[in-house]
């Protein structure tokens, strides 16, 4: 008897210490079991509880009355399947006459509150069909991308960049979502998330430009992996002209290879450079803007003329550069109408939409206001203390809070290094190859306290 209340000590100590210091392997070695057992014993009392239940039918209130017995209870929507995953578990229902899934989209908390979970969400899988998916333990504390998580082979452009709050990866996928808008104060992790799209493109055959007006100091560690960079609004200017005069070749190209004749099925007719044959296809392109308002913002007039060719090259892009294979990955602050006439215009063509913690309001309805209203309260809701944590959401109203795995400037220019060999020479962006040189120390301005030693 010592014995075994000795093992059951050590067990309790091991758990307790796992789950303290190693959620992942607490809920995997003890919390999948525990929280299997408790939601199927509370799953009955949980669903009457949160108003969940339907009336018997009326055949068998009938039955029940002519044979004089109770009347039977109210039924509660059966359960398919309860499957474990590693961040929790996944409870699919089969929804009554007259229930619907909104139902249980707005009994999340309840449910999370009963069940005793960290999180819970609802997905209508189906016509009648709902499927729960329950976080055990706070995913978002220690992101750990999981090993299987990796670029998909049948679409060229989906990397994964963050991990879902429900577990799930987050994938950004550039075929199904052309253009993405990335929002976040300073020191809210907007920088990072930058750095885990580069190393996600970096092994895949696409170009990347990049534009970044803080004199390079993001981008240009990772240039070896760039195909063009502009650290300058003039310089930003050109490259931006010299990617609208690309893609007017690409469409001569696709027009030239349309191959429209009746021998040719439908679907093989071509529309844009992935109905191309693999040997005339144009190398895709993706733009990073790291701080969209430092080209939109001007104090003279020839910088307001620079200002509005810039912009219209921007929204020229984002509207018809999707065919021609040029996908716009743009990051900022703020993105709102006190950046100038055509800025609306551009948001309208960005469907990705993530914001990182904000400062204001304003600031995230500039990226959900006109998308999806809900998640405007989640991302004002980021803590400072929590960086790297944003909402992500897209054109069709869903959102999901996420979170990019901590990618350091050395692990990401030590990745691009690493695949130099795959950086594509596009001769529209020669002129702007950039040079990976380190500027000499003569070069540096010296600091004030160099100065006085000097």
């Not at 939601?39 to 009392?45: D, E, F, I, K, Q």
Request: glycine letters at 6%; hydrophobic letters at 45%.
């Amino acid at each position: 008897m010592a014995e075994l209340v000795i093992v059951l000590v050590v067990v309790a100590a091991a758990a307790g210490l796992l789950r303290w210091r190693r959620p992942a392997w607490y809920w995997v070695c003890f919390g999948a079991a525990f929280a299997s057992v408790r939601v199927l014993v509370r799953y009955t009392s949980v669903m009457e509880a949160c108003g969940l239940t339907v009336p018997p039918p009326r055949w068998r209130l009938t039955l029940a009355r002519m044979a004089n017995r109770p009347f039977p209870e109210a039924r509660s929507p059966r359960i398919l399947c309860l499957r474990p995953t590693r961040t929790g578990l996944v409870l699919r229902l089969k929804l009554r006459p007259g229930q619907d899934a909104f139902d249980f989209s707005a009994a999340t908390d309840r449910l999370r509150h009963s069940f005793g979970m960290y999180a819970v969400s609802s997905r209508e899988v189906r016509s009648t069909i709902v499927e729960l998916r329950m976080t055990g333990y706070d995913v978002l504390d220690r992101v750990r991308m999981p090993a299987e998580a990796s670029a998909d082979s049948a679409s060229p452009l989906r990397i994964p960049v963050a991990l879902r709050e429900d577990g799930a990866v987050h994938y950004r996928d550039y075929r199904s979502v052309p253009h993405g808008l990335t929002l976040g104060a300073t020191e809210s992790g907007k920088s990072v998330y930058q750095r885990t799209l580069v190393c996600g493109l970096a092994p895949l055959d696409v170009a990347l430009v990049g534009i970044d007006c803080k004199q390079g100091v993001e981008l240009f560690p990772l240039a070896r992996r760039f195909s063009a960079l502009a650290d300058d609004p003039d310089t930003a200017l050109e490259l931006l002209e010299a990617l609208v005069s690309h893609m007017e070749d690409v469409y001569l190209l696709i027009r030239a290879e349309q191959r429209t004749s009746v021998a040719v099925p439908d679907a093989e007719i071509a529309a844009d450079i992935w109905d191309l044959p693999a040997g005339l296809r144009p190398t895709p392109v993706v733009v990073l803007v790291d701080e969209v308002a430092e080209l939109a913002l001007f104090a003279t007039k020839d910088e307001e003329k620079r200002r509005d060719r810039i912009i219209t090259a921007l929204v020229r892009l984002a509207q018809l550069g999707r065919a021609a294979g040029i996908y716009l990955e743009i990051c900022g602050q703020r993105f709102g109408s006190e950046l100038g006439k055509g800025i609306t215009m551009l948001r309208a063509q960005l469907t990705g939409r993530t914001a990182h913690r904000v400062n204001d309001e304003s600031s995230a309805n500039m990226a959900f206001g006109d998308i999806a209203p809900d998640a405007v309260l989640a991302a004002i809701q980021i803590s400072p203390d929590t960086p790297g944590i944003a909402v992500a959401g897209d054109t069709t109203g869903g959102w999901a809070r996420i979170r990019a795995p901590h990618t350091s400037l050395r692990d990401a220019v030590n990745l691009c290094n690493e695949h130099a060999h795959r950086t594509p020479d596009l001769p529209a962006l020669a002129p702007f190859r950039p040079v990976a040189t380190v500027p000499s120390s003569a070069s540096v301005p010296l600091t004030k306290s160099a100065s006085a030693t000097a």
